[in-house]
């Protein structure tokens, strides 16, 4: 399964942007997909997810509420909308997938077994 993720750009604390991931092969009913995020000198640490079939969504808690997880079935696309974006917020945003994940697993990205190249969220102050 191949990953891409795009839609990371610049904006100012206070805006929105839509990252999308598409994957390369249709999801199975197992699928997993998430996102994680990778910020200047810190550990990559886990955004949200989705269950694709179910499509119940999980979130940390420095993103609730502010972050919605979604997908297009139809265009094989997970999205990550991203409003009231903060500083805090600025990272590399990497989308990971699984077909074989248990729910206490969700947020450990060492069991994720794909990966797409990460995408530049930089928010402004």
């Known amino acids: 399964v191949q990953l891409q993720a795009s839609g990371g750009g610049l904006v100012q604390a206070g805006g929105s942007l839509r990252l999308s991931c598409t994957a390369s092969?249709?999801?199975?009913?197992?699928?997993?997909m998430g996102w994680f995020r990778q910020a200047p000198g810190k550990k990559r640490e886990f955004v949200a997810a989705?269950?694709?079939?179910?499509?119940?969504?999980y979130y940390s808690d420095s993103v609730k509420g502010r972050f919605t997880i979604s997908r297009d079935n139809a265009k094989n696309t997970m999205y990550l909308q991203m409003n009231n974006l903060k500083p805090e917020d600025t990272a590399v945003y990497y989308c990971?997938?699984?077909?074989?994940?248990?729910?206490?697993?969700?947020?450990?990205?060492?069991?994720?077994?794909?990966w797409g190249q990460g995408t530049l969220v930089t928010v402004s102050s």
């Open positions: 989705l269950n694709w079939s179910s499509r119940h969504s």
């Open positions: 990971a997938a699984d077909d074989r994940l248990i729910t206490s697993s969700i947020p450990n990205e060492a069991e994720y077994d794909y």
């Open positions: 092969v249709r999801s199975s009913s197992r699928r997993i």
